[in-house]
C-alpha cells in the first residue's frame, strides 16, 4: 500500500497489475476527495470572480431559457401551461447537468496537464473535480426546480427522496461518460468537438423539451436513449409521476458495464495519459 | 510502525515517450544521430524516444545529487519520474519520504485569482490540509512582504511579485525529499537573499536534495555527490570532488 512518504513505480506489465495500480489511483483519489472538492469550488468561484451574480448568472439564462421555450411551445403543442412549464424546467436543468458534465470531461485531463506531468495526484482527483464542479452549479440551478415545483404546485405530489436516487444514477453514468470523454479527449484532440455535436442532438432527441408521452409508449428513440432513462430518473418523481422499473435496469446496466469499460481502458492506458498532453 | 528512513532506489529505471502527431520518418531522419536528446526509436509504429535507459542509483538521507547533462538528457525526465508523475517502462522507483517536487513554481497558480487564494489552492495541491495551509498562512505571507497586495489579484503583480508569491507558496511545504530544476533564484536583490535562506534551510530539513544544473560551481555549492546523464544514460553517482574526471570523460 502507498502511503504520504513512501512511493512505489515500477514498469511492471500485465492486465492484473494494471489493474491494481489503477484501483490504487481511485482509493488514493477517493482518500483526496476534499482536494477535487477545493478544486471544483476553486473553478466555480474564479469563473465568475467580479460578476454579481456569479454562478446565478447561468441559472438566469436558464430561468429565462425555460420561460421562453416553455409559452411559446406549450401554445405550439397546445398543452397547458402548468403541464408543459415544469416539465421543460425540469428537462433544461437536468439535462444542463448531464450535457455539463460530459462536455466539460473533455478538458478533465488536458487542463491538469501541468499537475499531472510533476506531482503524484491521482487522476481520478481531476475527474471528481468535473464532476463536483457540475453539482455546484446544479446547486444553484436548483432554485429554478424549486421556483417552479412550488409555484405549479408539484411540491405536494413530488418524491424527493426518489428523485436523489435518480439523481445517483444520473450522476454516476454520467460520471463514466465523462472520465471516457476526458481520456479519449486528451488522445484525440478531435473529441471535444464530436461530443459538443453528440450533446447537442441529444438535447433534441431526449425529451427534455418535449413529452415522451407524445411518441408511443415504447418508442425506440426513449428505450434506447440513455439520457432519457437519466432525465427520467429525475425529472418523474419530482413531477409525480413513477419512473419505470426498466429505467432503474437500463441505468444499473448501464453504470456497470460503463465503469467497467471506462475503468479498463483507464487501467490499460493510465500511464500513457500524463504523455497525450 | 516506524516509518523507514527516507532514501531514493532506482533500479534498471527506463522511460521512454510516445511521441503523438508527428512524422515519425522525417523526425527519425533527422534527429537519430544528434547528441543533443534522448534516443529515437519506434515501435508500434508510433515514434519513441528513450529519455532515460536502465538508469540505477541509491541515494540515503544526506544525500545532495547534482545532476548534470545537455539539454534534453533526461534530467527533467528524471525529476518527473521521481516526483512519481512519471511511470517507468521498466525497472523500478521507490522513494520513502515526503516528496516536494519544486520543478515548476507556477504550477496550480491562477492569475485572476488573490494571493491568499493561491497561497491556498498551492498549499492543498502540495498535500497539505485545509488546517494546516491556515496554520502556515501568517507565515507565508509575512515571507512573500507582499502585505495588503495579497488581497488583490494575481494578475495585477508585477512578474517580481509573482514570483515572490509563488516561491513562498512552493516552499511551505517540508519534505524529505526535494526535487529542483535549477536552484531557484526570484525576485529582486533583497528577497534572492531571503529565498537563498530559506531555500538552504528547506535543503537542510530535507533528507535528500536532487538538483538539475548546468553551473557546475552551483552543483560543488549545494551537492555532494553528482551524476552525468546523456542521451539517457546515467553515469554511476560519484563524489562531488570528482566532478571535473566525471566532465571530462565524455
Redesign the interface.
Known amino acids: 500500500m502507498e502511503t ?9 506489465r500485465g492486465p492484473l497489475f494494471e489493474f491494481q495500480m489503477a484501483a490504487r489511483d481511485l482509493r488514493a483519489s477517493v482518500g483526496r476527495l ?2 477535487a472538492w ?2 471544483a469550488w ?1 473553478d466555480v468561484s ?1 469563473r465568475y ?1 467580479g460578476s454579481i451574480l456569479g454562478p446565478f448568472w447561468i441559472t438566469l439564462s436558464m430561468g429565462l431559457m425555460v420561460m421562453g421555450i416553455g409559452v411559446v411551445f406549450a401554445n405550439l403543442f397546445g398543452i397547458a401551461l402548468h403541464d408543459y412549464l415544469p416539465l421543460v424546467a425540469l428537462g433544461i436543468v437536468f439535462f444542463g447537468a448531464i450535457s455539463g458534465m460530459i462536455n466539460e470531461g473533455c478538458d478533465t485531463f488536458v487542463h491538469a496537464s ?8 491521482p487522476m481520478f482527483t481531476f475527474v471528481w473535480r468535473t464532476i463536483f464542479r457540475n453539482i455546484i452549479n446544479l446547486g444553484h440551478h436548483l432554485v429554478i426546480v424549486v421556483g417552479v415545483l412550488i409555484y405549479y404546485g408539484f411540491w405536494r405530489v413530488a418524491n424527493a427522496p426518489v428523485a436523489v436516487i435518480g439523481l445517483l444514477f444520473l450522476v454516476l453514468n454520467a460520471g463514466w461518460l465523462s472520465m471516457l470523454a476526458g481520456i479519449a479527449s486528451a ?1 484525440f484532440r478531435d473529441i471535444p468537438q464530436i461530443v459538443g455535436s453528440v450533446m447537442q442532438f441529444a438535447i433534441y432527441v431526449t425529451p427534455v423539451m418535449w413529452q415522451a408521452s407524445r411518441l408511443s409508449r415504447h418508442h425506440i428513440i426513449l428505450d434506447v436513449n440513455p439520457f432519457y432513462h437519466m432525465l427520467e430518473a429525475v425529472r418523474a418523481p419530482l413531477m409525480g409521476a413513477q419512473v419505470a422499473p426498466h429505467t432503474y435496469l437500463f441505468l444499473a446496466i448501464m453504470a456497470a458495464v460503463g465503469w467497467g469499460v471506462t475503468f479498463s481502458i483507464f487501467a490499460t492506458i ?3 495519459i ?3 498532453l | 510502525m516506524k ?2 528512513p527516507v532514501s531514493i532506489s532506482c533500479q ?3 522511460l521512454r ?2 511521441v ?1 502527431g508527428v512524422d515519425a520518418k522525417s523526425l527519425k531522419k533527422h534527429l537519430a544521430k544528434i547528441t543533443v536528446g534522448g534516443r529515437l526509436g519506434s515501435s508500434h509504429g508510433a515514434t519513441e524516444v528513450t529519455a532515460i535507459s536502465g538508469l540505477d542509483m541509491e541515494l540515503k538521507a544526506g544525500d545532495r545529487l547534482g545532476l548534470v547533462g545537455h539539454n534534453g538528457s533526461g534530467k527533467t525526465t528524471l525529476l ?2 521521481l ?17 516536494a ?1 519544486l ?2 513554481l507556477n ?2 497558480i ?1 492569475p ?2 488573490s494571493g491568499y ?1 493561491n497561497i491556498r ?1 498551492r498549499g ?2 502540495a ?1 497539505l ?2 488546517k494546516e495551509v491556515d496554520e502556515r498562512m501568517d507565515e507565508i505571507a509575512a515571507f512573500t512582504g507582499l502585505g495588503p497586495f495579497l488581497d488583490m ?1 494575481v494578475k495585477t503583480y508585477s512578474a517580481g511579485m509573482q514570483a515572490r508569491l509563488a516561491f513562498a507558496a512552493a516552499t511551505s511545504v517540508e519534505a ?1 525529499v526535494l526535487l529542483m530544476d535549477e536552484w531557484i533564484a526570484v525576485g529582486d536583490a533583497e528577497f534572492q537573499k531571503l529565498a537563498h535562506k530559506r531555500l538552504l534551510k528547506l535543503v537542510e530539513r530535507a533528507g535528500i536534495l536532487v538538483l538539475a544544473s548546468h553551473d557546475l560551481d552551483l552543483l560543488r555549492l549545494y551537492c555532494n555527490k553528482v551524476m552525468r546523464m546523456e542521451g539517457g544514460i546515467a553515469s554511476p553517482v560519484t563524489d562531488i570532488r570528482k566532478l571535473d574526471e566525471l566532465m571530462a570523460a565524455a
Open positions: 504520504a512518504t513512501h512511493m512505489l513505480r515500477t514498469g511492471r476534499d482536494l477545493s478544486l476553486h474564479s470572480r501541468g499537475m499531472l506531468s510533476q506531482t503524484s495526484l488522445r493510465r500511464r500513457r500524463v504523455h497525450y | 516509518a523507514p534498471g529505471l527506463t515517450f510516445p503523438y518527473r519520474a516526483s512519481g508523475a512519471y511511470e517507468p517502462d521498466e525497472g523500478t522507483i521507490e522513494v520513502y519520504g515526503r516528496i517536487p520543478l515548476d504550477l496550480g491562477d485572476s485569482a487564494e489552492l492543498r495541491i498535500g490540509t485545509s489579484p524529505d
